[in-house]
């Protein structure tokens, strides 16, 4: 399984490399669709709607429409919008197990040691189980 995020438990003056990993996993069936008649797959297309002419991926551009035009947008403008990334979770307390409301670990995530070096994160889980406490 891919992890969905790379970067480090941070607390205090410690910082342990990680990968994250959903612990669900979601699986679907992917059909094409076929011609009935000879079960070959059916092939759409990339048309402008004007000229009728196919248009190579190269030269599709995303946009959405504002009044009777087209605002578009690009990468950057995607970069620019997303909410600041960060490669640190940042632990600030410790707490009881029990006082966590399930409500905060409804989706369930899983961490590994990002380097082959993973005393200090084989430390943490220690102790984490033996005190009952949850980060």
Same mark, same amino acid.
């Given at each position: 399984?891919r ?10 003056l !410690?910082?342990?490399p !990680?990968?994250?990993y959903?612990a669900v ?8 669709m076929l011609d %009935? ?9 990339? *048309?402008?709607?004007?000229?009728h002419?196919?248009v190579p991926?190269d030269?599709?551009?995303?946009g ?5 035009d087209?605002? /578009? ?10 909410p600041?990334?960060?490669?640190v ?5 410790? *707490?009881? /197990?029990?006082?966590?409301? #399930?409500m ?8 590994? #040691?990002?380097?082959? %070096?993973?005393k200090?994160?084989a430390?943490?889980?220690?102790a984490?189980k ?6």
């Amino acid at each position: 399984m891919r992890s969905i995020w790379k970067g480090s438990l941070g607390f205090g003056l !410690v910082s342990i490399p !990680v990968k994250l990993y959903s612990a669900v996993q979601t699986t679907s069936l992917d059909f094409d669709m076929l011609d %009935n008649r000879d079960h070959e797959r059916i092939r759409y297309q990339r *048309v402008n709607e004007k000229t009728h002419k196919e248009v190579p991926y190269d030269k599709i551009v995303k946009g959405y429409k504002l009044n009777d035009d087209y605002v /578009i947008m690009d990468d950057a403008d995607f970069e620019a919008a997303a909410p600041e990334k960060s490669k640190v979770i940042e632990i600030e307390s410790f *707490v009881d /197990i029990e006082d966590v409301n #399930p409500m905060f670990y409804e989706t369930s995530y899983y961490t590994e #040691p990002d380097t082959k %070096n993973n005393k200090a994160y084989a430390l943490l889980i220690q102790a984490l189980k033996q005190s009952g406490k949850a980060g």
